[in-house]
């Protein structure tokens, strides 16, 4: 891309970005630092350039290897169901995939850590973070499902695939008084879930319908 081309673009996404701003902000999105969050993060960047154009319309797109970039919206609502408790140092993503909503979580808490079990979304996601400059984050290949014991406890998780039941594995990755959102159920009907670990065990809340990928087990 020569550079008048790369500068249309940047000028495009600013506007385009500020329209979703507006959007996100109609749609319920309060929270000033998340807004603030994706003002701030260029979503083209993690899309193929053939749909960069669509960056910043309030739609999920693919992303190749049968999955996709979430939706702006669900992006901006689960990092702000994880932080509205106040802040979080570490948090542990299940499923980087673009690495978008990394990149967000990455400008919010102090270290982020992403597992994808897609080897060359993975690498994919380390190229568009070191543009960036985004530091704070590690990244694993590694099947999701088992978390990352190594680094726990976490303040948060945050899972962008869909398992059908709240996996224990995860919710034992908690501190307590942790929280966990992630999307819950089958490929025909989920919704949004938070769990938040209690001493003994942990409580729920059910929260809304979305559509996610399923969590999948193994790696590629
Ligand atoms: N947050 C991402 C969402 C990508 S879609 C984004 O906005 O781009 C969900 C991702 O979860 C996919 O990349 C998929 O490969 C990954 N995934 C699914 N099951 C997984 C598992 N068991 N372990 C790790 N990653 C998994």
């Known amino acids: 891309m020569n550079s008048i081309q790369h500068q249309g673009i940047g000028m495009t996404s600013a506007r385009t970005r500020e329209r979703l701003i507006d959007r996100l902000r109609e749609e319920g999105i309060a929270s000033r630092q998340v807004l603030e969050a994706i003002r701030n993060t260029p979503r083209h960047i993690f899309v193929d350039e053939a749909l960069a154009s669509r960056a910043y319309e309030n739609t999920a797109l693919p992303i190749g290897h049968n999955q996709t970039i979430s939706q702006p919206y669900i992006v901006a ?29 990455s400008r919010l808490v102090k270290r982020v850590y992403s597992v994808e079990r897609i080897a060359p979304l993975q690498q994919q996601a380390r190229r568009r973070f070191q543009e960036l400059g985004l530091r704070n984050i590690r990244l694993r290949h590694s099947d999701g499902g088992m978390g990352l014991p190594e680094y726990a406890p976490f303040d948060g998780i945050l899972v962008t695939a869909a398992p059908e039941g709240i ?25 949004l879930v938070r769990v938040t670990r209690t001493e003994g065990g942990y409580g729920k809340e059910i929260l809304e319908p979305v559509i996610f990928v399923p969590l999948l087990g193994g790696v590629r």
């Open 167 to 191: 996996p224990r594995v995860l919710v034992e990755q908690l501190r307590p008084g942790g929280v966990m959102v992630l999307p819950v159920g089958s490929r025909q009907e989920q919704a």
């Open 77 to 105: 609502r689960m990092t702000e169901l994880l932080l509205e408790r106040g802040p979080q140092e570490t948090v542990l993503e299940i499923g980087t995939g673009s690495g978008y909503q990394t990149a967000i979580l």
